[in-house]
Nanobody
Framework: QVQLVESGGGLVQAGGSLRLSCAAS????????MAWYRQAPGKQRELVAG???????NYADSVKGRFTLSRDNAKNTVYLQMNSLKPEDTAVYYC?????????WGQGTQVTVSS
């Protein structure tokens, strides 16, 4: 099984920046897709950003231009750089991995943006 370790969440003021990390126990070359989802209280979980094995990225309209997804193959880690944070970005952020047809989820990390 793939194990995911998330880090980088915390409290930040509006307009600030934060970087989330998701480290996988498997070499990410064998992983089809890595992504970040988020879920706010009373809201449905939504896709924030995703990256394929080939390096292609996709972003939700609400974060496009502010968030950047990147990959470090040597560390088997995916990063989500979050800039110009807004209070509506407040949520629990979950790392998502699909290896072949199997899906794995991280434990979640809290991001809180104050106004």
């Amino acid at each position: 099984q793939v194990q995911l370790v998330e880090s980088g969440g915390g409290l930040v003021q509006a307009g600030g920046s934060l970087r989330l990390s998701c480290a996988a126990s498997e070499n990410i070359f064998s992983i089809n897709t890595m992504a970040w989802y988020r879920q706010a209280p009373g809201k449905q979980r939504e896709l924030v950003a995703g990256i394929t094995r080939d390096g292609n990225t996709n972003y939700a309209d609400s974060v496009k231009g502010r968030f950047t997804l990147s990959r470090d193959n040597a560390k088997n880690t995916v990063y989500l750089q979050m800039n110009s944070l807004k209070p509506e970005d407040t949520a629990v952020y979950y790392c998502y991995v699909r290896q072949f047809t199997i899906v794995y989820w991280g434990q979640g990390t809290q991001v809180t943006v104050s106004s």
